[in-house]
Nanobody, 125 residues
Framework: QVQLEESGGGLVQAGGSLSLSCAAS????????MGWFRQAPGKEREFVAA????????DYADSVKGRSTISKDNAKNTVYLQMNNLKPEDTAVYYC??????????????????WGQGTRVTVSS
């Protein structure tokens, strides 16, 4: 199985940028659909972005589309989430996840088999 560790969270002002990283160990990220989810205080976990095994297909939540880019580096076994023009409503704990199925629906959290511990992002207004 794969182990996932997120990093890169922190405090940023509205309009700023952050780059989150998800380092995988145990197995290569190319074996999985890789996704980012987030959970704000008092809210359910929600989909942010995902990338296919090949890296050729990506999907984004409407709330971050145009402001975020998911990518991966197979050689470093790491997945990234670049977020720009951050808003206070982006404040949440961000989780990296791996889906070993061959689902065509990337946004369902229930499809993901492995999760990291999360990294906190706080956007101040």
């Amino acid at each position: 199985q794969v182990q996932l560790e997120e990093s890169g969270g922190g405090l940023v002002q509205a309009g700023g940028s952050l780059s989150l990283s998800c380092a995988a160990s145990g197995r290569t990220v190319s074996r999985y659909i890789m996704g980012w989810f987030r959970q704000a205080p008092g809210k359910e976990r929600e989909f942010v972005a995902a990338i296919s095994r090949s890296g050729l297909s990506t999907d984004y939540a409407d709330s971050v589309k145009g402001r975020s880019t998911i990518s991966k580096d197979n050689a470093k076994n790491t997945v990234y989430l670049q977020m720009n023009n951050l808003k206070p409503e982006d404040t949440a704990v961000y989780y990296c996840a791996a889906d070993e199925s061959y689902s065509s629906t990337y946004s369902w959290a229930s499809h993901y088999d492995y999760w990291g511990q999360g990294t906190r992002v706080t956007v101040s207004s």
